[in-house]
Structure formats: structure tokens, C-alpha cells
């Protein structure tokens, strides 16, 4: 069973990502940089697929001129998570 499933826009398919071997959120904006370079790392250096995202509220970890509505603290800025499959043999179809 997945762990995540994330749709491809271009393709239509769904990267279906297993075997979880580490996640990582952040709750501020200075963590956000940190969570992307050991996403990358994992990738880069141990041949792990790795699938997140960075909300909204996050784009002033990039530039500080950004500016966007009080964090409340509830729902992390960035989170992503590191596993050792990624199958993208799934359509739509596939969840019918």
C-alpha cells in the first residue's frame, strides 16, 4: 500500500512512494532550507526518492520580502519525506 501518492500533472499517472525511511517538517521559516537540502541529500547521496511540500507561508524562508499571513503554528511550512520506492505504474484507474 502507498505511503504517499502524488499526480503527476504533466503525465496523469501517480508516483506512488513506499517504504518511509524518514520524514521531516518544519515548523518555522528558518527550518524550511534545512528540510529541502536533506530531502536533496537523500536523493543526491543515497539513491532515496523523496516527495513534500512547502506551504504558502513558507515563502519567506526564500526572501524575506515575501510576506504572508501569521503562522499559527497548526500546519508545518514544509514537510517531505524520504523512501526507497517510487512506482509509477498507477493511473486514476488504479484507485476506482
Do not use: W
Amino acid at each position: 500500500q502507498p505511503e504517499i501518492m502524488i499526480r503527476d500533472g504533466a503525465s496523469g499517472r501517480l508516483l506512488c512512494f513506499t517504504g518511509a525511511c524518514g520524514h521531516l517538517a518544519a515548523s518555522s521559516a528558518e527550518e524550511v532550507a534545512s528540510v529541502i537540502e536533506r530531502l536533496e541529500h537523500a536523493v543526491e547521496t543515497e539513491g532515496l526518492y523523496a516527495a513534500g511540500f512547502v506551504s504558502y507561508e513558507a515563502a519567506p524562508a526564500f526572501d524575506a520580502s515575501f510576506r504572508t499571513l501569521p503562522d499559527d503554528g497548526r500546519f508545518p511550512l514544509g514537510q517531505g519525506v524520504e523512501t526507497e520506492a517510487c512506482d509509477c505504474g498507477y493511473s486514476a484507474d488504479n484507485l476506482k
